[in-house]
């Protein structure tokens, strides 16, 4: 083993009683894993008696890999017990199914399977109402994020989304409702997975399949939640030999359940060794030191200092600039000076704390002819609510664009498909220039539970075509009239979605004609890689845009950091409590730590914020950054306008 460091070595070596790793961005953390369950077979342990448990299932084949090119019998390696929680999960319970009163053949449901049952419960248990009640993926994710969090649907409702409060009677009573229709199909979610996993380690300590696992090792353990830490207890409360790796500041998942105390208090929980990789394979010195200076100023944390014997390199920059339209001038022109310096764009990487950071640099890209992919899922303008809404711009623009027509028609209740075109049909045949109250034939075709909605529509398009109307109005009428209700009923997240759709609407005021704004709109797709596949990108260049929370355990030679102001990052509804602040400087450190070699950190001196561009100062995050570590530039004629605000705000306490 002698591709292993010392403080690795120490770790592989470690045979029985609990042991805690930090493992430090970047020190290698899956290679002694795998060298460790390579020890441990080595040493005599039964293959089928070790477990590794990941949250992926790419993960764990990973390791699996690693590991069987380091033990002398191969066909070893498939007798240890690997897979993601979930994944275990399931193989105890096609076992032991009707101790927790399912049988052998439970059906699992995805996803989309989960939403149908919840909305068969709805369909039995929701009287209609004229209050719109929230869809079944809503409430399937309400359900889903109070148990990952482990407490009641009113507290998860009163804390993340208090705009469906005035149904929490029906909540409630339709979350029985949706365990009692899973158990009459003999049927669990992945939530059910980890809960009866749970029950059935607690009824049922003496079970063959779990009394004969002797070693446990379980990866990215800062992102457990409760259920999940407490399952593994149970599993080691005979052996105790239990091995948990993790790093406790790279610990960013608290919003889905992940429960940062689970790692914090190990040692207090269990005993035994603590051990810390601090030694970096992936940055360079200067971009650690920033790092390290930055974290340093969390209280709750396993205090560690990354080092890199790799040489020093250029200093991290924190560029000024006035907004996001300079931002992204810069940071196009940043990436044209690397490609010209021979760094592929597929090995540079833009990062964010949010989509709408990204919208005028997608825009900019597009412009310049620099092939990007989004990696944070769908792009800022392809979003389902941002398309609904623009679907709107779209028919006043161009009033037989069947495609917008039936997106906004299949808005209503009970339209789908086959009604939306019959209507469509009616309308273009008629020649009309907009849908109206007063038409018969068009009136006729809309089922009776639409007619209300229907009205609303009419006006809100009467209201749009008026003369002068500027695109930004357009956006805002929609979002504040028709399109409001359906936000918060379709979507979990409704309250970031609106923020998002008034940011539409100040991103439009550069657009006086809607031709020009839809165009630019029709034409950010253009230089895109479509879809994300890490199987099959081969040799394809192009740049990556991501949020850091999905940038986790990825790295690139140049990171660009956007947005640093206060409010945005950190996020100001994360600035209490103190644990929510300490989160969002665990999500700076680890976009920081995505970095190799160049990093560039932006900070805009004007942001968007409740609906308004509004002047703020630099992120906290940027400011507590001592001078050493970073080399601060500010873009041409910044500093004039920032003496002018200083002297205003100085003038003005309402400024």
Request: glycine share 6%; hydrophobic share 40%.
């Amino acid at each position: 083993m002698t591709s292993l460091n010392p403080s690795q070595q120490q770790i592989v070596e470690h045979m029985e009683g609990p042991a805690l790793v930090i493992a430090g961005a970047g020190s290698g953390k899956t290679r002694v894993i795998t060298h460790r369950v390579a020890h441990l077979i080595e040493k005599g342990i039964p293959p089928s008696s070790i477990m590794m448990v990941t949250f992926t299932n790419k993960s764990a084949e990973e390791m699996l890999r690693r590991a069987e090119g380091l033990i002398a019998k191969r066909e070893q390696i498939n007798q240890i017990v690997s897979g993601t929680f979930h994944s275990l999960a399931n193989r105890f319970l096609r076992r032991y199914a009707p101790l927790v009163g399912h049988e052998h053949n439970f059906s699992i449901l995805d996803e989309e399977d989960s939403r149908d049952v919840v909305r068969a419960a709805i369909a039995e248990c929701i009287s209609k109402s004229e209050r719109k009640f929230p869809t079944a993926a809503v409430v399937r994710n309400l359900f889903s994020m109070a148990f990952n969090k482990n407490v009641p649907i009113a507290q998860q409702v009163e804390k993340e989304s208090p705009w469906l409060m005035d149904f929490l009677g029906e909540l409630e009573a339709l979350h029985t409702a949706y365990g009692k229709k899973k158990r009459e199909n003999n049927a669990m979610d992945f939530d059910d997975l980890l809960a009866n996993w749970h029950l059935l380690l607690t009824t049922k300590p003496d079970l063959e399949l779990a009394g004969r696992i002797r070693f446990i090792m379980v990866d990215e353990y800062q992102d457990t939640n409760s259920v999940q830490a407490e399952i593994v207890e149970l599993l080691a409360r005979q052996h105790r030999n239990l091995m948990v790796v993790g790093d406790d500041a790279q610990s960013i998942y608290g919003w889905r359940g992940a429960n940062f105390a689970n790692i914090l208090r190990f040692p207090d929980r269990f005993g035994g060794e603590v051990y810390r990789l601090e030694e970096n394979y992936r940055s360079t010195p200067n971009i650690l030191a920033l790092a390290n200076c930055s974290i340093n100023n969390n209280t709750a944390q396993f205090v560690k200092n990354l080092y890199s014997v790799k040489p020093e390199m250029e200093i991290p920059r924190v560029v000024h600039v006035y907004d996001q339209q300079q931002e992204a001038d810069l940071v196009t022109d940043q990436i044209l000076y690397y490609a010209d310096q021979d760094i592929p764009l597929r090995h540079m990487g833009v990062l964010y704390r949010n989509h709408m950071q990204s919208a005028v640099l997608q825009l900019r890209l597009t412009e310049r002819g620099i092939p990007f992919m989004v990696r944070s899922g769908i792009k800022f303008f392809e979003q389902a609510h941002i398309k609904d809404v623009v679907a709107f711009l779209k028919v006043v623009f161009n009033p037989l664009d069947e495609i917008a027509w039936l997106r906004i028609l299949k808005m209503l209740p009970g339209i789908g498909n086959t009604t939306a075109q019959r209507i469509f049909r009616i309308f273009r045949e008629q020649q009309a220039v907009r849908l109206s109250p007063d038409n018969e034939a068009l009136t006729k075709a809309v089922p009776a539970k639409a007619r209300e909605d229907w009205l609303r529509l009419a006006e809100t398009l009467k209201a749009l075509i008026r003369e002068g109307v500027t695109p930004t109005e357009m956006i805002d009428t929609v979002r504040q009239g028709f399109y409001h209700d359906r936000l918060y009923s379709s979507f979990d997240n409704a309250g970031e979605r609106e923020a998002e759709l008034k940011y539409l609407g100040e991103f439009a005021q550069k657009y006086r004609s809607l031709e020009r704004f839809l165009g630019q709109l029709a034409l950010v797709g253009s230089t895109v890689v479509r879809d994300y596949d890490e199987e099959t990108q081969g040799d394809e260049d192009y740049l990556t845009l991501t949020t850091i929370h999905q940038a986790k355990g990825l790295e690139w030679d140049v990171v660009f950091l956007l947005g640093l102001a206060e409010g945005q990052f950190p996020h100001a509804r994360c600035l209490e409590p103190p644990e929510r602040l300490e989160e969002e400087r665990r999500l700076f450190y680890v976009g920081v730590t995505r970095c190799k070699r160049y990093l560039e950190i932006y900070v805009p001196l004007v942001t968007f914020h409740n609906g308004m561009s509004e002047i703020c100062r630099a992120s906290r995050f940027v400011e507590e950054l001592p001078e050493h570590v970073v080399e601060v530039t500010k873009a041409v004629g910044l500093e004039n306008l920032q003496s002018r605000v200083s002297r205003r705000r100085e003038l003005s306490v309402d400024f």
